[in-house]
């Protein structure tokens, strides 16, 4: 059974950072495209970043320069470090995993319960 366990979400004031963390557990994930997608109330999800099996990363347009996304093959891991956050950052953050590399939602084939992220102003 697969499984997607965010942390590190919380509460921080705009120009601030924060690190997200998802563990992913249920089988190894080192030949899948591992990506954060988020969703703001009243908004539709959004891709925010995703990295590729061989390291390749896409980003949304409005993250690019300012979040990073990493991950540990060996510990099936992927991390989302977000700088110079925004008010409108404000979402919860989803981890998801799938065998495509792309920015559409409809990519991701398991996803976790996410994280709230509340940038303030």
């Known amino acids: 059974q697969v499984q997607l366990v965010e942390s590190g979400g919380g509460l921080v004031q705009a120009g601030g950072s924060l690190r997200l963390s998802c563990a992913a557990s249920?089988?190894?994930?080192?030949?899948?495209?591992m990506a954060w997608l988020r969703q703001a109330p009243g908004k539709e999800r959004e891709f925010v970043a995703a990295i590729g099996r061989s390291g390749s990363t896409l980003y949304g347009d409005s993250v690019k320069g300012r979040f990073t996304i990493s991950r540990d093959n060996a510990k099936n891991t992927v991390a989302l470090q977000m700088n110079s956050l925004k008010p409108e950052d404000t979402a919860v953050y989803r981890c998801?995993?799938?065998?495509?590399?792309?920015?559409?939602?409809?990519?991701?084939?398991?996803w976790g319960q996410g994280t709230q992220v509340t940038v303030s102003s």
């Open positions: 998801a995993v799938g065998l495509s590399f792309t920015r559409s939602i409809n990519g991701y084939d398991y």
């Open positions: 249920g089988r190894t994930f080192s030949t899948y495209t």
